[in-house]
């Protein structure tokens, strides 16, 4: 059965640098997602893309955050300067009628 | 805006019949979903229903939805100890929206 795959699993970064969460998205799906949740917390949207470019955003995706499909394959999130509280597991999704979501990517801001 | 609310806890015994709720408060919802999240692990979609049914079924999964309430559950029967895990109900308004989703409701279950 096809998946969403994401790497890293576990990113550890400093306060103030850049981190680029990749996704590897199903590959006849057509609408690309990144979700956030921080510890305890509930699942929150940051960003959909369709066709190249993003469809919508939550006020959570400011200009810190970007979102890129660089080579076709790959789904990429960059946060340009990380914040502590930055600090949660990243989930990538995809859809065909329903979402199926990657197995996340834990960042850890130090 | 949307908000989807659940309970934060369940404790059931194996064998036992579960069932978890969740109220949500955008009329305009058409898809809810229920996901489950083991420890550690990403979100698995269980089961879904769009708003215009009342009950959809599969296998020891039962859905059943109010709109009248917007009142959603999802019935476990014979739950296993393998069911332990965090259950979210989440809303979409149409196919390729974003999802929002409620707090997650964390079972125990208990030989």
């Known amino acids: 059965e096809p998946e969403v795959t994401q790497t890293p699993s576990h990113q550890v970064t400093q306060m103030g640098q850049e981190v680029i969460l990749r996704c590897v998205p199903i590959?006849?799906?057509?609408?690309f997602y990144w979700y956030r949740q921080i510890l305890g917390q509930k699942v929150e949207f940051l960003v959909s893309f369709y066709n190249n470019e993003i469809s919508e955003k939550s006020e959570i995706f400011d200009d810190q955050f970007s979102v890129e499909r660089p080579d076709g394959s790959n789904f990429t999130l960059k946060i340009r300067s990380t914040k502590l509280e930055d600090s949660a597991m990243y989930f990538c999704?995809?859809?065909?009628?329903?979402?199926?979501f990657g197995p996340g990517t834990r960042l850890t801001v130090l | 805006g949307e908000d989807v609310e659940q309970s934060l806890f369940l404790s059931v015994r194996e064998g036992d019949s579960s069932v978890i709720n969740c109220t949500y408060t955008d009329s305009s919802s058409t898809y809810l979903y229920w996901y489950k999240q083991e420890p550690g692990a990403g979100l698995q979609l269980l089961t879904y229903?769009?708003?215009?049914?009342d009950m959809k079924q599969d296998q020891r999964l039962t859905v059943l939805l109010n709109k009248k309430d917007k009142h959603l559950s999802l019935r476990i029967a014979d739950t296993q100890t393998g069911d332990s895990a965090i259950y979210f109900c989440a809303e979409s308004k149409a196919a390729g929206n974003k999802l929002t989703f409620g707090g997650g409701t964390r079972v125990l279950v208990k030989p």
């Open positions: 999704a995809t859809i065909s009628g329903e979402q199926f």
């Open positions: 590959s006849n799906h057509l609408y």
């Open positions: 229903i769009f708003s215009n049914m």
